[in-house]
């Protein structure tokens, strides 16, 4: 067992066997899931994720029973295959906590408390940034919070094996280091195909329409440019990769859509897209046209403002902020 000590001369135990049942203690907004998300995603079990997959509502409290009983049902089946999990709700309660290591010790997996160190006015704090749905009451963070330093010396008495501070464990290596696999394996540096020319796909759209993403080989619809569709159930969406936009070798897309100067015309329509947000409004008729260049009419002149300005000032207040 590691072990170190503080200037007071309390033992520091800093361990995490594997297999192990790991309990994250600590207030609303003390960071546990941003901890527990050092883990692999299948090794962490989170008790708003498990409210919300029976409720549609991760703050929804009076969902926690259904939300405990299935998070406990797939922790069971885990514990049985010796498989290291972290377990990630407040954890303030005695009662609660009795009933994880009860469970590890009837499968013989060693259990780990961690205890979140993060100031109670930091947790208050917090609760401000999040939507209404997820802010917790300041009184609230204060009880629990209270609760959970008063438990800390009793922890090993409950008859966790090991009792540490998230101050202590080096958990950031493990994060990068899965960040860095995924990107390696992106970019094709593991030996592997890797995204190739998706991932300025990725880029721009973002990870949900990728694997709707696919290339028409051979098709002239662009002008001879390489074209793609997004294609589900019953709508398709298409795009031309153009690889010199204004002249400057930029790379970017451009959306097939409807003539903005004729009604009757049928010919092509291109539309940048910037990004997922494009789509959408494709979809669902909400496409500003000043963009769109018809390859027969052109541009709609009588539509020329310049709204690029109003697209870049939430993102520019974004940044700024
Ligand atoms: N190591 C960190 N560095 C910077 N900010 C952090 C860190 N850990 C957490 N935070 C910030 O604190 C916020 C709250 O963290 P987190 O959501 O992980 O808390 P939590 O304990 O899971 O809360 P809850 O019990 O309500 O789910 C995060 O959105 C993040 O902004
Ligand atoms: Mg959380
Ligand atoms: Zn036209």
């Known amino acids: 067992m590691a072990r170190t000590f503080t200037a007071t001369l309390q033992p520091l135990d800093t361990t995490i066997p594997d297999p192990a049942l790991i309990v994250l203690i600590g207030a609303a907004g003390s960071g546990k899931s941003t901890f527990a998300s050092t883990w692999a995603p299948s090794q962490v079990l989170e008790l708003d994720a498990f409210r919300a997959m029976v409720s549609d509502e991760a703050g929804d409290q009076a969902a926690t029973a259904d939300a405990v009983a299935a998070l406990r049902t797939v922790l069971e089946a885990r514990l049985t295959r010796k498989k290291t999990t972290v377990v990630d709700a407040t954890h ?3 009662a609660v906590r009795a009933g994880l290591v009860q469970a590890a010790r009837r499968h013989g997996v060693p259990t780990v408390s961690v205890l979140m160190g993060t100031p109670v ?11 209404s749905d997820r802010a917790v009451p300041a009184d609230t963070v204060r009880a629990q919070h209270t609760a959970a330093v008063t438990a800390f010396p009793g922890l090993r008495g409950e008859g966790f094996d090991h009792v540490v501070f998230a101050d202590q464990l080096h958990r950031l290596e493990p994060l990068l280091q899965r960040a860095s696999d995924a990107r390696r394996a992106d970019l094709g540096w593991d030996g592997n195909p890797g995204l190739g020319p998706l991932l300025l796909v990725r880029r721009v759209f973002g990870d949900a329409v990728l694997p709707l993403w696919r290339w028409v080989e051979g098709s002239t619809l662009a002008g001879g440019d390489r074209v793609a569709e997004i294609t589900l159930g019953a709508d398709r969406l298409q795009l031309a990769l153009r690889t010199d936009i204004d002249g ?10 409807a003539c903005p100067v004729d009604d009757e015309c049928t010919a092509p329509a ?8 494009t789509l959408l409004d494709a979809l669902t008729g909400a496409l500003n046209d000043t963009d769109t260049v018809c390859t027969v009419h052109g541009d709609d002149q009588d539509d020329q403002d310049d709204d690029l300005e109003d697209l870049a000032a939430p993102y520019a207040d974004a940044v700024h902020a």
Do not use: K, M, N
Request: some cysteine; glycine content about 6%.
């Open 248 to 257: 400057e070798g930029d790379y970017g897309f451009d959306l097939l859509t």
């Open 270 to 277: 291109w539309t940048p897209a910037h990004s997922v947000t």
């Open 121 to 131: 006015s930091l947790c208050v704090i917090r609760q401000t940034a999040r939507t």
């Open 92 to 94: 303030c309660e005695r």
